[in-house]
């Protein structure tokens, strides 16, 4: 496999081209997504990768539309803002086969998904004087191939495909993995076609001048569990396109509705924000346990511990219900034993969650995997900030028992050495070698280029240990625990002095990256030393340093942060974690900026970002871009196989524009805190409705002036405070 990206591990993309180029349309709908290309038409047989994908199972790898045999010429095609629904226009060639002219045909094509199935209508319109006669084709396949094997994996074996089965307007292809779960891909056509032969079917139309004509095509994701001898004979009637789509469009209002609004006065930022908040909305399955954003498509559309946990809290102040989902789905599913295969141990908070044939038949070790470092520490820190939001006592109480066992694995399985510090080595022989948010394997290195040896103690982890005891603290207290309380704070002063002292570098600015398993330092500038200012560990005086450090030109490109700072050791712009630029980063960095009084800092950080979003397709940040300098009436460089949507990096907007209002809350009694609040030289005004606390909610109208902002209170409802700190 010649066509892999190899940082070292088995679990990185198969890259060839741009995703921009081949897969410009992403649909999805919790379980389920959609990549096609602009004709909305899917070509995902060998290295391709489009397809519809249900639970990271290929369902359908080909559907094409043809007319008389050939491609129709492509007028445009769109997502709507909502995400909701792929729109297609286009028109047919010169067709020799009936004599129809170019351009006397418009074809329309909608497609939206909806409880695991594709729903598409198909419009044929004649503009023409004369009756056209035509012939419609779609084309069809799957391959149930799994989504690692798409990536580039091989297997040695797969599973038993059965042949197409036709039946009058409905054709069925049915996959027994090897995991014995029996998945099955209907394709519904209404009316019935001319003909249906395995793989394809014919409309032989008829259309009068300025006719139009509609058709429609379901694909249907289907499973039986394992253990059933035979497929069902009689699968269960599926929904007609114009009922999918009321109920599509009444499910997505019914969320967007209830979390609060954002507007400016710039039109530009309007479409960022509006953007995120869809992008937000589709990654966000509706789990048992709750909501629960999926860290972003193709790759990683499933639950994250990590992407989850930091998208749902850029997104606590807008909509604090993701983190409830988030935090509920987390402890249910939060590791009780010791198993090295998985990188499980009690208390610790999982890393990634499959549910497809390889990961079921444990050829990846995905199905429920532990290897992360960090997402315990973040767990602990979630539950504390959205009590604080929300004043949700009862949930809280529902979950202490995970957060304590959070809490005991942080002191006892992530400090096995007892140095004060929590470190990470790989412990499966198929996981993860790096174990923080820079998981590739390049990513933690020594000033002169040599990978730090394990056992790894992060900077930006010690930064949420410290960030998860003081916030559990604060709820031991809210839980009658004074003691405990007592001895947390006690332990988080601890690791703050034990912090400074060992990864503080004078000479870089910043703080180390990491120490390695003897203790020494990684003397590198990298973006992880920002966090340290995001939870509040770093000194003062180093704080105001690396304030400035990081909008150093060899750190800040024009554009955002890098994770590595040019000239160092490994630093490349193109590299997925060794020069690039990730929005979620960066907002995590402008609310450390601005915590410790730095918000100007933060503005131009959020001003970079901004002015990256204007040349990305739909205003929608990619998971990073490469950090290469910005240039004059050039935009960003895009990073080839960047998912897109990403759940953290659309979150990332609403992060800084927190940290640059210095907006906090106050449960009990229910209070907003803007701690001199600052607006971008871009936004005049913005509009902020439904900010609730509880029962009660605000509206507010933020206006910028030369040195201040002026804040006014245009609606509240129920007992709350607003107030502003100069």
């Not at 389920?32 to 990768?49: P, Y």
């Not at 770093?538 to 994770?563: C, I, K, N």
């Amino acid at each position: 496999m010649t066509d892999k990206i190899r940082i070292g591990d088995k679990w990185y993309v198969s890259a060839h081209a741009a995703r921009s180029e081949d897969n410009p349309h992403v649909l999805k709908h919790n379980e389920a997504f959609l990549l096609l290309d602009r004709f909305g038409d899917i070509h995902g047989h060998g290295d391709g990768e489009q397809g519809l994908y249900h639970e990271d199972t290929r369902y359908l790898s080909h559907l094409e539309l043809l007319i008389d045999g050939v491609r129709p010429m492509f007028l445009g095609s769109a997502v709507k803002e909502d995400n909701s629904l792929l729109i297609v226009e286009l028109m047919n060639p010169d067709l020799q086969e009936n004599a129809v002219p170019k351009g006397t045909l418009h074809l329309f094509r909608a497609k939206l998904l909806w409880k695991d199935a594709c729903y598409e209508h198909i419009r044929v319109t004649n503009h023409g004087d004369e009756s056209a006669r035509l012939r419609l084709s779609l084309l069809f396949d799957a391959d149930f191939a799994d989504l690692f094997e798409v990536r580039g994996m091989e297997r040695a074996r797969r599973g038993e495909l059965q042949p197409w089965a036709c039946n009058g307007s409905e054709a069925q292809l049915v996959y027994r993995g090897l995991d014995d779960i029996v998945r099955r891909t209907r394709v519904v056509f209404e009316p019935a076609p001319s003909s249906l032969a395995p793989g394809q079917a014919d409309f032989v139309l008829e259309v009068d001048p300025k006719e139009e004509l509609h058709l429609y095509c379901t694909a249907s994701c289907e499973q039986e569990p394992a253990g059933v001898a035979e497929p069902a004979p009689q699968a269960p009637a599926l929904l007609h396109y114009d009922e999918a789509f009321r109920q599509n469009d009444s499910a997505r209002r019914a969320v967007l509705g209830l979390s609060c609004h954002v507007e400016t006065s710039n039109p530009l930022v309007n479409l960022w924000l509006n953007r995120s908040v869809s992008d937000l909305a589709m990654l966000t399955s509706a789990l048992p346990s709750g909501p629960y954003p999926y860290a972003g498509t193709p790759w990683y559309s499933t639950t994250f511990g990590r992407d989850g946990i930091l998208t749902a809290r850029e997104y606590l102040w807008v909509d604090p219900s993701l983190a409830r989902g988030v935090l509920s789905f987390l402890a249910r599913t939060q590791a009780t034993s010791e198993e090295p295969e998985r990188d499980a141990e009690p208390g610790k908070i999982l890393h990634e969650a499959r549910k497809c044939e390889m990961a079921n038949t444990r050829e990846i070790p995905f199905g429920q995997y532990y290897g992360t470092v960090d997402a315990t520490p973040l767990f602990v820190a979630l539950a504390g900030a959205y009590h604080r939001r929300t004043g949700d006592h009862e949930f809280l109480r529902g979950i202490w028992p995970n957060i304590l066992a959070a809490l005991e694995w942080i002191d006892r399985y992530g400090d096995r050495d007892g140095d004060g510090f929590v470190e990470y080595a790989c412990r499966s022989k198929d996981g993860l070698v790096q174990q923080g948010w820079k998981d590739s394997n390049d990513s933690v290195f020594h000033a002169d280029g040599r990978m730090a040896e394990p056992p790894i103690a992060l900077c930006e982890v010690q930064a949420y240990v410290y960030e998860a005891k003081v916030l559990a603290a604060e709820m031991a207290v809210h839980l009658g625990e004074p003691d405990h309380a007592v001895r947390l704070r006690k332990e988080a002063e601890a690791l703050k002095q034990k912090f400074q002292a060992s990864f503080w570098c004078e000479d870089i600015g910043a703080y180390a990256i990491a120490l390695d398993g003897h203790k020494q330092p990684c003397r590198v500038a990298t973006s992880n030393a920002g966090h340290a200012l995001w939870t509040g560990i770093a000194a003062p005086e180093h704080a105001r340093r690396m304030a400035q450090r990081l909008l150093h030109p060899d750190f800040y490109s024009g554009w955002g942060v890098r994770t590595v700072a040019g000239g160092q050791a490994r630093y490349n712009p193109m590299s997925y974690h060794n020069g690039s630029i990730w929005p979620h980063d960066n907002a995590l960095i402008a609310a450390g900026m601005a915590r410790y009084g730095y918000t100007q800092e933060a503005l131009r950080v959020l001003t970079g970002l901004f002015d990256a979003s204007l040349f990305f397709g739909q205003h929608r940040l990619p998971e990073l871009f490469c950090g290469f300098p910005r240039r004059p009436s050039e935009g960003p460089t895009l990073y080839p196989v960047a998912c897109s949507p990403q759940a953290w990096a659309a979150a990332a907007v609403f992060g800084m524009v927190q940290a640059c209002l210095g907006l906090d809350f106050r449960a009990e009694p229910a209070e907003v805190v803007l701690k001199s609040p600052r607006l971008p030289a871009f936004v005049d005004w913005m509009k902020i409705r439904q900010l609730s606390i509880g029962g009660s909610s605000v509206d507010l109208l933020l206006q910028r002036y030369d040195n201040n902002v002026g804040i006014e209170v245009t609606r509240k409802t129920g007992e709350m405070a607003v107030r502003v700190v100069i």
